[in-house]
Nanobody, 115 residues
């Protein structure tokens, strides 16, 4: 079964940027809407951004609104998350999945924001 492969995380200082990728090789990526999630230490996984199938309409949770941008490249079967002006509270493992969580969860990619 296809499992998302998240990448692009790392250790950055507050105010810096990262671009995460979520690859889904062999999956019918273009037919689905997608979400990015994150899970901080000791907290539950939370959804932070979503992108629809037909018109690429994007929605964001308040903590990331205005700083993060979700996008998709159907030709590459890849989902992206551009993260700008990162804050320490953005530190978490980041995951992607379809809007209905069709796929098994991937390993995620660790983002650490610290000075």
């Amino acid at each position: 079964q296809v499992q998302p492969v998240e990448s692009g995380g790392g250790l950055v200082e507050p105010g810096e940027s990262l671009r995460l990728s979520c690859a889904t090789p062999g999956f019918a990526f273009s037919k689905y809407g997608w979400r990015w999630y994150r899970q901080a230490p000791g907290k539950e996984r939370e959804q932070i951004a979503a992108i629809s199938t037909l018109d690429d309409r994007q929605t964001y949770r308040d903590p990331v609104k205005g700083r993060f941008i979700i996008s998709r490249d159907n030709a590459k079967n890849t989902l992206y998350l551009q993260m700008n002006n990162l804050k320490p509270e953005d530190t978490a493992v980041y995951y992607c999945n379809t809007l209905t969580n069709l796929l098994p969860w991937g390993q995620g990619t660790q983002v650490t924001v610290s000075s």
